[in-house]
């Protein structure tokens, strides 16, 4: 059974330009989450989407967005990109929100110069 | 603002010991609590995981412990190996005021375990 797959793994960006990210989940999950880690800030919760709609929002300014698609698969974008967007972002999928356990992976490392 | 406490930062044991990491909450709606390790490279990867109706749980060499009135789990590595060298993070997640599933996933900030031989 295959996991979480995110592309790229990883990418270099100039600020001020834009990124979007792909996350593919588990086979059958249909809820999908992002996540950003960075070493000061730690693991960060920035949206979960099930079913097509946003499930649920953290506290990141609205540079940051996300849809899913029909297939469950998900994109995440950032928009005018920051030197302090530089981060590990982590996709996370599980069956339904009924389901506990989130399954990651392992991330698209972004680095803006 | 910090929901979850974790510590210490860094924990070196050596092979064969017990490593125990803390973790401390302040949500009291808080209703699920994993642990979560994650090698350099990967996504972290679900360990074990507790609800609060229990005090205990242990699955192989690891043990949550659960105190309530503390507000207080913590996770025990028996018989650390070296192969147990990694970043583990607990985290917790509240019931959905849909009450159809849990919320997103609150991490503590992380320990990076060393284990020596």
């Known amino acids: 059974k295959a996991g979480v797959t995110q592309t790229p793994r990883y990418l270099i960006k100039t600020r001020g330009q834009q990124v979007t990210l792909s996350c593919s989940p588990i086979s059958g999950h249909r809820s999908v989450s992002w996540y950003q880690q960075t070493p000061g800030q730690g693991l960060q919760f920035l949206f979960e989407y099930f079913s097509e709609t946003q499930r649920n929002k953290g506290n990141f300014p609205g540079r940051f967005s996300g849809r899913q698609f029909s297939n469950s698969r998900s994109e995440m974008n950032v928009s005018t990109l920051e030197l302090g967007d530089s981060a590990l972002y982590l996709c996370?999928?599980?069956?339904?929100?009924?389901?506990?356990?989130?399954?990651f992976g392992s991330g698209t490392r972004l680095t803006v110069v | 603002q910090q929901q979850v406490k974790q510590s210490p930062q860094s924990l070196i044991v050596q092979k064969g010991g017990i490593s125990i990491i803390n973790c401390a909450y302040e949500?009291?709606?808080?209703?699920?609590f994993p642990w979560y390790q994650q090698f350099p490279g990967k996504g972290p990867a679900l360990l074990i995981a507790i609800r609060p109706d229990v005090s205990e749980k242990k699955e192989g060499r690891f043990t949550i412990s659960f105190n309530k009135s503390a507000k207080q789990f913590s996770l025990h590595i028996m018989d650390s190996q070296p192969g147990d060298s990694a970043t583990y993070f607990c985290?917790?997640?509240?019931?959905?005021?849909?009450?159809?599933?849990?919320?997103?996933?609150?991490f503590g900030t992380g320990t990076r375990l060393t284990i020596i031989p």
């Open positions: 949500n009291t709606a808080f209703d699920y």
């Open positions: 985290a917790a997640s509240i019931k959905a005021l849909s009450n159809f599933g849990n919320e997103k996933l609150t």
């Open positions: 996370a999928s599980r069956g339904t929100p009924t389901n506990y356990g989130y399954t």
